[in-house]
């Protein structure tokens, strides 16, 4: 099994930044993904960020030239830094956690509000 808890949500105005952190915990593999997803009220969750065990990161389309994904692997925590925000960033952020580079993500954190106020 694999813990994750977020922290850093908040409310922002629009123009702001945030930096949400994901700590992973129990057992993790050295072949792996660790992503940042979100949902708004009444749309389906998304896809944010992602990034693998090699260090190559990955962006939804929304958020590529203001989100950037990092990892400090001595504290097994991933990193979201959000610049420019935006109210339609508005969500719960939720990180997650794959074992392998594809598929489905098999273990989710509890998710942390992030609000944009215009």
């Known amino acids: 099994q694999v813990q994750l808890v977020e922290s850093g949500g908040g409310l922002v105005q629009a123009g702001g930044s945030l930096r949400l952190s994901c700590a992973a915990s129990?057992?993790?593999?050295?072949?792996?993904?660790m992503g940042w997803f979100r949902q708004a009220p009444g749309k389906e969750r998304e896809f944010v960020a992602a990034?693998?065990?090699?260090?190559?990161?990955g962006y939804s389309d929304s958020v590529k030239g203001r989100f950037t994904i990092s990892r400090d692997d001595a504290n097994n925590t991933v990193y979201l830094q959000m610049n420019s925000l935006k109210p339609e960033d508005t969500a719960v952020y939720y990180c997650?956690?794959?074992?392998?580079?594809?598929?489905?993500?098999?273990?989710w954190g509890q998710g942390t509000q992030v609000t944009i106020s215009s």
């Open positions: 997650a956690y794959r074992a392998g580079t594809s598929g489905a993500y098999d273990y």
């Open positions: 129990g057992r993790t593999f050295r072949s792996y993904t």
């Open positions: 990034i693998r065990w090699s260090g190559s990161t």
